[in-house]
């Protein structure tokens, strides 16, 4: 059985590693460090921790603030709030002049579940891509959420890590490549190619599944970095299954459908198709449910695959 | 309704929250028990609303800007017949119309949706200046917490308030010294907010929280030319012993055990 955790415990404990070896790494929080896991650093280096309050626009500035006196700022709260509330310091005070800033956000996508609508980011990634210089790191388990923090870490310039909220099982293992801007084939398949991010990939390995057991070999590409984006593995894949399908927790316009759309178009004949949040907003639910009613499931997923080739 | 009458609906009305938390395996307790007298106030002594007519044009608009204690404004709604008490039971629940933060395109008698905090200080400051603009009289009442203060968009909003001399404006501040991290002072300190408030213009009054008739005085006292501020002094997780006082029951999961306590310290004898 692989090891089961929550991203954003995977990110706090990062976190506190990360501390242990860089000591310009200080880390912020909005009353939410409990939620986030940032609560983890805290308790290791109180010093180097300053909660901000339910003040989320003041964050990102000061983060911005740390980040000019050569400190590396690591600014937490919800992705909604985060992206949402602060996005013009993100935009202004932060992307616009490359600060070192890096917002390791929590509680993205549908996955938040019973909080509801109001507070389910499924527009996070569109807001942060169009920022030019600004690196999105989406990871898939609580492994590659340690390598995207480090990694993070190693990046002069902003850097925005997507984190979800439940439990999850690990997909990848330790000796995984973990190279920003290089997406990661996880099965090699020659009909179709499945390219997923985050949460969604664990669901597009049990399409892969599924639709082995109908004789049709699947692809399924892992797109742990969003920006700057992998065109050449999205080509290759393409031309390689001549049919492609995005898989997103985000809405389908702006996140990774968006990106291999913008990729495919004027360059590949591929049959394409994105699954994803269909241009609306999320609801109160359990996780699964909502998956279910959205149709981010294993079942959507492969039905839509054979719904596309067939 | 006198005294006795509306301290057993309290109490019936904390008995719902425990449940509808219970039940949905999440949500958030302390916050919901800490303005159940705040929220009784408006709706059953000050506020002019009707449950047979929830968008009335001239009823007063309450906004619950701390949206996240909606377990207390869904038992209450429920109660004056907003809509069936059985809804409750499915708060959280996909497909129920009671959402996990309140949401005015699902549930009836809801003014505005909320959850994000600090943006319900605003929308109201917009009400209460449209309710001037199109020589309405009817108030509009905006319940925030004392955490949620620390939103910048709040201080922009009291200083709309002042400036549009907004007197239907009544802010409601569930005053209970706590948010999600730890005490306000701990977390990031709001000082002393009657000062704040009263320095940006407002007419001040300091009240117990728990108090629906002090509350209701408060409410009632005349103010022209000017909003009104009233700090309600409360108690997170007001009603069951465990909870009170305690910033951990903020938003954490009610288990079995303690869901027997917490109705038994209601007066309500279950076998879970
Ligand atoms: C803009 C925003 N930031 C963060 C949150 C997450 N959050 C929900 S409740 C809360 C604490 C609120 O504390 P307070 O206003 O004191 O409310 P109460 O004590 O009455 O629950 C936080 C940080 C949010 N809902 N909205
Ligand atoms: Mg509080």
Redesign the interface.
Known sequence: MSESKSLRVAYGEALAELGAKNDKIVVM?A?????TMT?IFAAKYPDRFY?????E??MMGAAAGFAHSGLIPFASTFA??GT??AYEQIRNSISYVNANVKFGLSHSGLSV???????QSIEDIALMRVLPGMTIFVPCDPIETKKAVFAACEINGPVYIRVARPVVETITREETPFIPGKANIMKDGSDICIMAIGLMLTEALKAADILATEGIHTSVVNFHTIKPFDTECVLKMAEQCGAVVTVEEHSIIGGLGSAVAEVLAGNSCAKFMRVGIQDKFG????PA??FA?YGLTAENIAAQCKFLIK | MNNEIINEKARQIRVDIIKMLYLCQSGHPGSSLSCVEILMALYYKAAKVDATNPTMENRDRIVLSKGHACPALYAILADKGYFSREDLWRLRQIDSHLQGHPDMKKTPGIDVSSGSLGQGASIAVGLALAAKHKKADYKVYVIIGDGEVQEGIVWEAAMAAVHYKLDNLIVLLDYNGLQIDGSNDQVMSIGDIMAKYRTFGFECIKVNGHDINAITEAINIPVAGKPKFICCETVKGKGISFMENHFEWHGRVINTNEYNVALKELGVMTNV
């Open positions: 929080d009353d939410l460090s409990h939620a609560s909660n901000f309050g339910l003040a626009v003041n909604i709030f949402g509330r579940g019973e909080d509801g609508g109001s507070h609801k109160s639910g359990k449910d909502l009613a």
